[in-house]
């Protein structure tokens, strides 16, 4: 028997009875198409949160406060209070330091800003000239902090598109107009380009006001919440990670490294983190979802064997005229991989809609999984191998005549 003479075989053989033959390739469909849906969602999310890590800075490095001790006991790392201006000053202006070119203070705070009758409660960071180009800020409208607002304690304020959004409505440009954070009046000079994001660390979702504004009048510190640094190139961040780290334990006064009162955290160290954290969840979601595959195979061995039964006196009839046990294996394995194959087929594309549709929704931007489509159509091949071939050993092992006088 040739391969077409298989296929039409098998297919006059699914019309047979066509709900039983829809009932069988449902939870390979169902299969296939949740574990291309999940890899698919999986990998666009962890795609999302990586460019929002990179839209902060290229090559970015992240000075952080260590809380205080209590005896032996440290609290949680950015809680302290142990970095200042003249820090970050010290690492600009040191000439141990060769591999950082840009240093940005930084104090970070949320707080609730109104004006007229319309409020958000957002992150206020206070920041120098330095911020933009540590972070890639680009202005929109307007214009960013300048050294002189710094030096003069101005009120002034460079707001993110999403605040625009909240307090002056959709497509508002509010250059000149003012705002109240801490019930303090602030003049808006400038408007940021989008970077997206959503959440807690919305880029979005800023208020950027001079460093000594923030400390002086608003929040009444003199330490900073973290000083961010831009290294050279990404081939010396380790090293540029080093410089700083001993520069600040011989500022600091520390000989063992485990003492400091600061941690530096790398742009890569984080990325690492993300990606490992969102792979792990993806491959236990994608393993929950194969578990309906198993089901869908189980099912598909269940139909085969009932086809069997059903089937017995046509297989005796065929092996009394000639047909060999190969040729009866080969044809209920072959209707087992068209079913499974068929199923798998739907369940693709069923995987990349729901994935679209999805991603779109959450606005993580749609990102196919080339090789969970390849997977599926292997895993979908395999399962028809692997749950027809007992039913098909089983309807070719029957004998002739015991098979021919089955009732």
């Known amino acids: 028997m040739d391969y077409q003479e298989l296929f039409l075989e098998a297919l006059s053989t699914f019309k047979v009875n066509k709900l039983r033959t829809g009932l069988a390739i449902l939870g390979i469909i169902i299969g296939i198409g949740s574990v291309i849906a999940l890899v698919s969602l999986g990998e666009a999310t962890q795609r999302s949160i990586q460019n929002q890590i990179q839209s902060l800075g290229a090559n970015l490095l992240t000075v952080s406060p260590q809380a205080q001790r209590t005896g032996a006991v440290r609290g949680a790392g950015g809680g302290g209070t142990t970095l200042t201006l003249e820090d970050a000053k010290a690492i600009e202006t040191s000439s141990q330091i060769t591999t950082v070119q840009n240093v940005s203070p930084e104090l970070s705070r949320r707080a609730q800003v109104t004006t007229g009758s319309n409020n958000t409660n957002t992150q206020i960071i206070g920041a120098t000239p330095a911020y933009a180009t540590v972070h890639k800020v680009t202005i929109d409208t307007g214009s960013f902090i300048t050294e002189r607002d710094v030096a003069s304690i101005a009120k002034v304020a460079v707001i993110g598109p999403q605040v625009v959004t909240d307090l002056f409505g959709e497509g508002a440009t509010p250059i000149g107009q003012t705002l109240r954070i801490s019930n303090q009046t602030f003049t808006i000079v400038g408007i940021t380009q989008s970077k997206g994001g959503s959440g807690f660390q919305n880029q979005d979702d800023i208020i950027i006001v001079p460093l000594t504004t923030a400390q002086k009048q608003l929040f009444g510190v003199d330490?900073?919440?973290?000083?961010?640094?831009?290294?050279?190139?990404?081939?010396?961040?380790?090293?540029?990670?080093?410089?700083?780290?001993?520069?600040?334990?011989?500022?600091?006064?520390?000989?063992?490294?485990?003492?400091?009162?600061?941690?530096?955290?790398?742009?890569?160290?984080?990325?690492?983190?993300?990606?490992?954290?969102?792979?792990?969840?993806?491959?236990?979601?994608?393993?929950?979802?194969?578990?309906?595959?198993?089901?869908?195979?189980?099912?598909?061995?269940?139909?085969?064997?009932?086809?069997?039964?059903?089937?017995?006196?046509?297989?005796?009839?065929?092996?009394?005229?000639?047909?060999?046990?190969?040729?009866?294996?080969?044809?209920?394995?072959?209707?087992?991989?068209?079913?499974?194959?068929?199923?798998?087929?739907?369940?693709?594309?069923?995987?990349?809609?729901?994935?679209?549709?999805?991603?779109?929704?959450?606005?993580?931007?749609?990102?196919?999984?080339?090789?969970?489509?390849?997977?599926?159509?292997?895993?979908?091949?395999?399962?028809?191998?692997?749950?027809?071939?007992?039913?098909?050993?089983?309807?070719?092992?029957?004998?002739?005549?015991?098979?021919?006088?089955?009732?």
Do not use: C
């Open 223 to 407: 330490y900073l919440s973290s000083i961010a640094l831009e290294a050279k190139s990404s081939d010396v961040m380790t090293q540029a990670q080093n410089e700083v780290g001993y520069f600040l334990l011989a500022r600091h006064k520390f000989n063992d490294p485990t003492q400091a009162d600061f941690s530096i955290f790398s742009q890569q160290d984080i990325l690492n983190t993300v990606t490992s954290v969102t792979g792990t969840f993806t491959s236990l979601l994608s393993g929950i979802a194969a578990i309906s595959l198993l089901v869908g195979g189980i099912g598909i061995m269940n139909i085969m064997l009932v086809t069997v039964t059903e089937r017995t006196r046509e297989i005796g009839l065929r092996k009394a005229l000639g047909a060999k046990k190969k040729n009866i294996t080969a044809q209920f394995l072959a209707e087992s991989i068209m079913l499974t194959f068929t199923g798998g087929v739907i369940g693709v594309i069923l995987g990349i809609l729901t994935s679209y549709i999805l991603s779109y929704a959450v606005g993580f931007g749609f990102v196919m999984s080339v090789n969970a489509i390849a997977l599926a159509f292997i895993v979908s091949a395999a399962i028809g191998i692997l749950f027809g071939w007992y039913p098909a050993k089983k309807a070719s092992d029957l004998q002739p005549i015991e098979a021919l006088r089955y009732e």
